[in-house]
């Protein structure tokens, strides 16, 4: 095999300064012993070569004016990864490429350093995938993510002022063995034992077009304005369109404040598209399997607080959604905390969407609209198919703590027309709460344009609900949970 780097290094000295290109030997292998930094325009055309990376990171692309064709990366930690480290870079392309069996990612964009750009990336007729890696008793580990596309991705340092914009996916093959095929967020740390702070990370115009999305164990698109200590950060733009996707628990997921551990406030998510993909749900999952999901403001797993978030101007049309639990929910407030240990969700919402010209086939519930959705009951977990016991927080053992504050979280402006349901239990669940678990709930509503009309459905139990509060265990009713039904014809 042939040093990749000292290929390299002596196109560059041949080069001049304007553009470096390096044509490799057609069908040839080559190999990384170290990371290979792109610093300057380059282009290097693999005519079918296979690269053996040995690393934990095998290119590092620091530049504008750069392309990447027609080869493969095997093996190492991440394949690739484009990184502007405090500058402005733009312009790079990755096209007819293989990654396959990393350890953590295929491809990661993301900035090191604070106050840069990174724009103008073109990701398109690429494979992306990996073999079922091996633990030490032989079961399957599952890597991290194929795709990460983050303003800021540090191991230690806080960073400020990252901008990612103008990413397009196309016509690509994402199919690794993965929690997520693709994860989109603002600020992300490398190292589980970090914690450092994202502050005005930002992401921008991101397309996932024309491509096939299989093989995640999670979710296939997750997309968040927040994430773990990510402070006025935020997301918009964000298109996913003409896919042909298979999910695991969910299939496409948007949400704004969602953070991991503290407290967020007044983080958005905006102008989102999920149109004409063709989605189907993965057997022998489990649990409940969701194909699109959109929320506000939302805790999970440990106490934290998420207010005054929100997720608006979302087109979710023309899609076609095959066997799974749930199809379309929307909520404003989303807990699954209920432990001796105060969370709240206030004044998070979700407005102005768009749900239109969809099929859903064997679908159990097609449509989830809650303005507040707590998912509390720790000893009693049977979303799916096994009944298990929640292990990550202790159960509550006094039930009259009411240790989740849920108030004044809202939807508004919600139209669901001439979508096609067939073969199903529920075909539409709405409520201003639906809660079970502990915690108070006061002042949620779905209000000002609720639309639900010119839905066709057969084959389907036709079970609706529609109300102010669906709730059990030990939930508190503190009042003013409304549901304007504004226009619903059923």
Known sequence: MIDLGQVIKIAEKQSDDKKCI?????????????????????????????IQNETDLGLLIASSDVKISNLKICGGGISIRIDNRGKTIKNIVVQNCEMKDYAFSGLVIGASEGNGMTQNILVKDCVIWTEPLKKEDGTDCVVALDVLL?????????????LLKDVVIDHCSIKGH??????????????????????????????????????SDDTVIAAQANYINNESCYCQNFI??????????????????????????????????????????????GETRTAIGIGAGGINYKPTSCNKSGIENVEIKGNTIIECERGITVSAGYSMIDADAPSELREN??????????????????????????????????????????????????????TVVVKGNYIENLICEENSCDGFSYLLCAAAVMARGHGLV???????????????????????????????????????NTLEQSNIQI
Not at 240 to 265: D, H, R, W, Y
Not at 270 to 279: D, L
Not at 349 to 372: G, W
Request: hydrophobic content about 35%; proline content about 3%.
């Open 349 to 402: 919402y979700v407005r102005n969407i768009i749900i239109k010209s969809n099929y859903l086939k064997d679908v159990q519930n097609c449509f989830m609209f809650y303005a507040a959705w707590i998912e509390g009951r720790r000893f009693d977990w049977n979303w799916g198919v096994h009944h298990t016991t929640q292990t990550w927080l202790p159960p509550v053992e006094n039930h009259q703590n009411k």
């Open 442 to 480: 006061t002042e949620n509503k779905i209000k000002k344009n609720f639309v639900f009309r010119k839905n066709k459905h057969c084959n389907g139990e036709e079970h609706v609900a529609i109300r102010d509060v669906i709730s059990e265990d030990w939930v508190t009713d503190g009042g003013n």
């Open 22 to 50: 390096v044509t490799l030997q057609k069908n040839e292998h080559y190999f990384i012993k170290k990371t290979i930094y792109i610093c300057r325009n380059m282009q290097i055309e693999g005519n079918g070569a296979v």
């Open 150 to 162: 983050t303003a800021g991705f540090s191991d230690k340092k806080n960073l400020e002022n990252t």
């Open 178 to 215: 993965s929690i997520c095929n693709i994860m989109s967020v603002p600020g992300l740390s490398a190292n589980p034992d970090s914690t450092p702070v994202f502050k005005n990370c930002r992401i921008e115009d991101i397309s996932v077009t024309n491509s096939k999305l299989i093989g």
């Open 240 to 285: 996913v369109c003409n896919n042909e996707i298979e999910f695991g628990l969910t299939g496409l997921s948007a949400s704004a404040g969602s953070p991991m551990t503290g407290k967020v406030e007044k983080i958005f998510f905006r102008e989102i598209k999920f149109i004409n993909n063709k989605m189907h749900g993965r057997k022998n999952v």
